[in-house]
């Protein structure tokens, strides 16, 4: 195990923040994984699931066993971290830019198409390397001129060219769940069984340049980008990753990381990077539904917000999820029951009791897709 620490520019005299990175296996070595945490510095439960990840990382690697090359990053937002008011972390936006840390990563197919088709051959691998040194040296060009930009840069010069990337999240009160692109469903199919996820949200491009699909998205926007020009170069999918959402942000604890670290391990055992005895993978808890088909709830009326389902329950259409209560009205209090508009699971709920008119209240995978635009939230 290496670890390093990645300086990020100095935003102020007397200040410097650093990103660290903790590489096990040889560099050179595939399959390639890049995992991090807390890149939305309020949610947790991705940090201690680290912390049990690396010890299990280290054994492994102790022992011989790692066949790949992983780099764990634990805590992927040193500035967000930095940020409290009121005693209250704000780890979501950044406070000069009001810009959230998960989105506005650059365009990567764009940044590379210039150069790229002269150098491709009729070998996909040797395609997919050629990218990957094409994205290297943009990276490498890159000169950011604030923290946030330097920050950016820096989890991409990690990740860059990761075969597998999982980027570790948390919903406000929610079940596990994540995101992904639709190229990328079929290589993480086997972590959606091992986690035991109750929620898989697909798109093709949910808009807001995440992380996540800054590093997916590159490699079939470039092949859509190839077929268009007439170009019959083969591009393998080079990257697939995920938002995955651990729960909600009070679920840490090491009951819960320890587990979910036994099945990213296993998962990297099913991905080839660590050996390991062949596993039989469990069901799949759920069936994939279109991002685009996710309902997020909100309350056209002000007041406090009692819940009448839970992250996990199946709604039907029509189904209460939550009552807002005026507890000033005249005469009686007023209720407002906010139901469900689609059928699906209420996979994530918000964590405030009180809510202003317009506030929103949940999200329901449903299995249609209705939603145009950009799919996620702020």
Request: glycine share 8%.
């Amino acid at each position: 195990m290496i670890r390093t620490e990645h300086a990020l520019l100095s935003p102020s005299l007397g200040s410097c923040k650093q990103v660290v990175s903790f590489t096990f296996g040889d560099p050179q070595a595939r399959p390639k994984i890049y995992i991090q945490a807390s890149l939305h510095a309020e949610e947790l439960p991705g940090m201690l699931v680290a912390h049990h990840l690396r010890s299990a990382l280290e054994s492994a690697e102790a022992a011989g066993r790692l066949k790949g090359h992983v780099v764990l990053v634990p805590a992927a937002n040193p500035i967000g971290l930095n940020q409290r008011l009121d005693h209250k972390p704000m780890g979501r936006f950044e406070l000069d830019t009001g810009e959230n840390f998960n989105r506005h990563y650059p365009d990567l197919a764009e940044a590379v198409w210039a150069e790229l088709p002269p150098l491709l051959v009729d070998d996909g691998a040797r395609n997919v390397a050629t990218v990957r040194t094409l994205t290297s040296r943009w990276l490498q060009a890159w000169q950011p001129d604030t923290e946030l930009q330097s920050l950016r840069r820096q989890l991409l010069l990690l990740a860059h060219d990761a075969d597998l990337v999982l980027d570790l999240h948390c919903d406000w009160e929610a079940v596990l769940h994540l995101y992904a692109e639709e190229a990328c469903w079929p290589p993480l199919e086997p972590l959606a069984r091992l986690l035991g996820v109750q929620a898989v949200l697909l798109a093709r491009n949910s808009g807001g340049g995440p992380f996540d699909e800054c590093l997916s998205g590159q490699w079939w926007q470039l092949a859509e980008r190839l077929a268009a020009a007439g170009l019959k170069h083969p591009l393998p999918q080079g990257c697939a990753s995920t938002t995955i959402e651990l729960r909600g942000e009070a679920d840490v604890d090491h009951t819960h990381a320890r587990d979910d670290a036994a099945a990213l391990m296993a998962f990297l055992v099913h991905a080839g990077a660590v050996d390991g005895p062949p596993l039989s993978l469990p069901a799949l808890p759920c069936q994939p539904t279109p991002l685009a088909g996710s309902e997020t709830l909100h309350t056209p009326v002000p007041g406090v917000v009692a819940y009448r389902a839970r992250p996990g329950d199946r709604l039907a259409v029509g189904d209460p999820v939550a009552d807002v209560i005026d507890p000033t009205a005249a005469g009686a209090s007023r209720v407002h029951t906010v139901c469900a508009g689609v059928a699906g699971v209420l996979y994530a709920r918000v964590s405030g009791r009180y809510a202003v008119a317009g506030s929103e209240l949940g999200k329901i995978a449903g299995e249609h897709a209705f939603r145009t635009g950009p799919l996620l939230g702020a």
